[in-house]
């Protein structure tokens, strides 16, 4: 059974930190590693990874991947309070067409 | 308009009443899939459609069902629904075919109560 755990489960920082969210995944024919954010709301896409250690990123935002270690992090930088929102790590398995989600981070950025 | 429709948005009903949820989608998408989503955790996959004959369950489908009517719907039905399918319910869709192939687009959620 395709498993992500996503750590840690909730994060509160200030303004203008900087914070690394945690994705490791255990999955069969692993294809695709797929980041979201969700805000009170739909979940929105981020990122798609599926090559080792090269980085996707947008703007303060930026992911990598590990498929040897089995691990994806998702760093935001320089944190607004825009950014509060539940961050949802998911992977997709190749012969099942489908993806399994973790618990998600929720974080929460304080003026 | 927003790509991927829910309806109803919200909905509250009582054990043991059928209920129907409906997704709709403009994006041309031949994936679509129900997931739900329980505080503090992350989406569950209930049931996932491919094409309009191609319907596979997934992690949670007991007490649900689905059908596909065309390309762009995407219903959910709980038979007899039950307090602990008390939820928030997302429809998704995603493009085999797109570069981002695994990418889902998810629909706004219909919050669901059964009392």
């Known amino acids: 059974e395709d498993k992500v755990v996503q750590s840690p489960l909730s994060l509160v920082v200030h303004e203008g930190d900087t914070v690394t969210l945690n994705c490791s995944y255990e999955?069969?024919?692993?294809?695709?590693l797929l980041w979201y954010k969700q805000e009170k709301k739909a979940p929105t896409f981020l990122f798609m990874l599926?090559?080792?250690?090269i980085e996707k990123k947008s703007g303060r935002l930026s992911s990598i991947l590990d498929k040897k270690e089995l691990f994806s992090i998702l760093n935001i930088t320089a944190t607004q309070t825009g950014d509060s929102a539940v961050y949802l790590c998911a992977v997709a398995n190749t012969n099942a067409g489908k993806s399994t989600f973790g618990d998600g981070t929720t974080l929460t950025v304080k003026p | 308009d927003a790509d991927v429709t829910q309806t109803p948005r919200n909905r509250i009903t009582k054990t043991g009443k059928r209920i129907m949820l409906e997704c709709s989608q403009t994006k041309g998408h031949d994936r679509m899939y129900w997931y739900r989503q329980d505080p503090g955790l992350g989406l569950r996959l209930i049931y996932y459609s491919f094409d309009v004959k191609d319907i596979n369950k997934g992690e949670i489908s007991d007490g649900y069902s689905v059908s596909r009517q065309a390309q762009a719907k995407f219903s959910l039905s709980l038979e007899s629904a039950i307090p602990n399918q008390t939820a928030l319910y997302f429809c998704?869709?995603?493009?085999?075919?797109?570069?981002?192939?695994?990418?889902?687009?998810f629909g706004p959620g219909t919050r669901l109560t059964v009392l």
């Open positions: 599926t090559s080792s250690g």
């Open positions: 999955v069969t024919n692993f294809r695709s």
């Open positions: 998704a869709t995603s493009d085999p075919l797109a570069g981002t192939t695994d990418t889902q687009y």
